[in-house]
């Protein structure tokens, strides 16, 4: 069980690490610098690196992942580079990863490893822990049989069958008796959540998530609006759990921000699935902040990147402003080439607080272009909707007629309201009617 755990300790190794160029595989629209990243990620890890290896192939062995030759090149390196880990910018199989650390009697890491060890170092929360966990017990029950394999040489017989397999899957067991556990402790935070949602919306309070590619100074931007104090470092993932506060922003009343995990291309399916809970959140979110660093050569790619994920995340239809950021580290022409053109992109710099007046009246602009004043018409047994939507606080004025029907004039969101008109029998009255900056 050594090995199980040791992904939860930071690196302090030397590490060989290695990418590898399929020519069929690549995108049309992919990384200019893939493997920066990679290294970035390696280095926020702990980890140190001894020899970089980046080669072409025409595509993966299904046994090691990459040809022989190159297997016992990296073999020869390790051993004169002293180093002890192997890191693959890829993600590997277990058999893969058995058949590597084999040769190399070094430990093998792949991608989803290398995140997963990242993540479980920078959560701070007792809901970030447990998200971490439940990420790497799903990882690694594929790769339980690794721990184990003093036993292998057991190849049955009268005597000397059972005694691996049935280790293994006592072990096995009890993983899944963890990984149950940790859902059902996430699902009791996820209702308080719940609540939670209720009460700001109840309130009229309008919650604005900041989102982005990891390491695009949302962390920055978020202490600026609100603040805070929270961590922030030029490192990718240097933010991990979520936090929703209140802004500290003159003219912004009502407003909360939050500051979410960065994305990555290449999101692990076990950090997805872990996190889902967490970016649900954003679910609520009444807009959407995305941080670009336009500073980064490879910005459009990693905008991208964020957009396929929201939209696999069902988020597209969410109301969003692209925040340009670092501003200051760009050419002045390339600044007038990026000039805020409409009110979905602003230019700023967070750590110059620079831009922020433009930023806020981007925020005004959306939170009052969504908002509808409508008249609708209920049914007098309909009286749970009418208490509702006045608990909510969407009701300006009422009245009734002789027959007893009940007109409600709502000041509502335009989405909100297309769900509520959607999934109840309820008749609009009169044309909508947007409410005008000098309305709101």
């Not at 910018?89 to 997963?116: A, C, W």
Request: aromatic share 6%.
């Amino acid at each position: 069980m050594k090995d199980i755990l040791e992904i939860k300790e930071s690196f302090d190794h030397r590490a060989i690490i290695i990418q590898v160029d399929f020519p069929k595989k690549r995108e049309a629209f992919s990384s200019m610098d893939a493997f920066a990243e990679f290294k970035g990620l390696v280095l926020s890890s702990g980890a140190n690196i001894s020899h970089e290896e980046i080669f072409k192939q025409a595509k993966p062995t299904s046994g090691l992942f990459i040809s022989k030759g190159k297997v016992e090149r990296i073999k020869i390196l390790a051993e004169e580079t002293h180093s002890d880990l192997v890191i693959f910018n890829h993600d590997l199989s277990p058999s893969q990863e058995r058949n590597l650390e084999n040769i190399f009697q070094k430990r093998v890491l792949d991608r989803t490893g290398l995140i997963l060890d990242i993540f479980s170092v920078r959560a701070s929360s007792h809901v970030g822990k447990l998200q971490v966990e439940l990420a790497q017990l799903s990882h690694l029950s594929t790769r339980l049989v690794r721990g184990w394999s003093h036993l292998e040489r057991q190849k049955g017989g009268i005597g000397l069958r059972g005694p691996g397999e049935t280790q293994l899957e006592t072990d096995r067991r009890l993983l899944n008796h963890r990984i149950k556990s940790i859902k059902k402790r996430l699902d009791k935070t996820h209702k308080q959540r719940a609540v939670n949602r209720y009460s700001r919306k109840k309130s009229s309070q309008t919650l604005v998530a900041l989102i982005g590619y990891t390491n695009a100074g949302k962390t920055t931007l978020f202490n600026l609006l609100t603040q805070s104090q929270l961590y922030a470092d030029d490192k990718l993932f240097a933010t991990l759990d979520s936090i929703t506060r209140k802004n500290s922003i003159l003219g912004l009343d009502d407003i909360l921000f939050s500051d979410t995990v960065g994305f990555i291309s290449n999101l692990p399916t076990q950090l997805i699935e872990s996190f889902k809970a967490t970016l649900d959140e954003l679910k609520a979110a009444d807009m959407l902040i995305h941080v670009i660093d336009i500073s980064d050569p490879d910005f459009l790619f990693k905008s991208e990147q964020v957009l396929k994920i929201l939209e696999e995340l069902g988020l597209s239809s969410i109301p969003q402003i692209r925040v340009h950021n670092k501003c200051d580290k760009i050419e002045l022409n390339v600044k007038r080439n990026l000039a805020k053109k409409s009110n979905y992109e602003v230019l700023i710099s967070a750590l110059r607080n620079q831009g922020i007046n433009e930023l806020v009246s981007s925020i005004h602009f959306h939170r009052q272009k969504n908002i509808m004043r409508q008249w609708i018409e209920l049914e007098p047994d309909q009286g749970k909707i009418r208490s509702k939507l006045y608990s909510l606080d969407r009701v300006v004025e009422e009245t009734t007629n002789e027959v007893g029907m009940i007109k409600l004039l709502l000041e509502i969101d335009e989405k909100e309201l297309n769900n509520l008109v959607s999934h109840n029998d309820i008749r609009l009255v009169s044309n909508r009617e947007k409410i005008s900056i000098t309305d709101y």
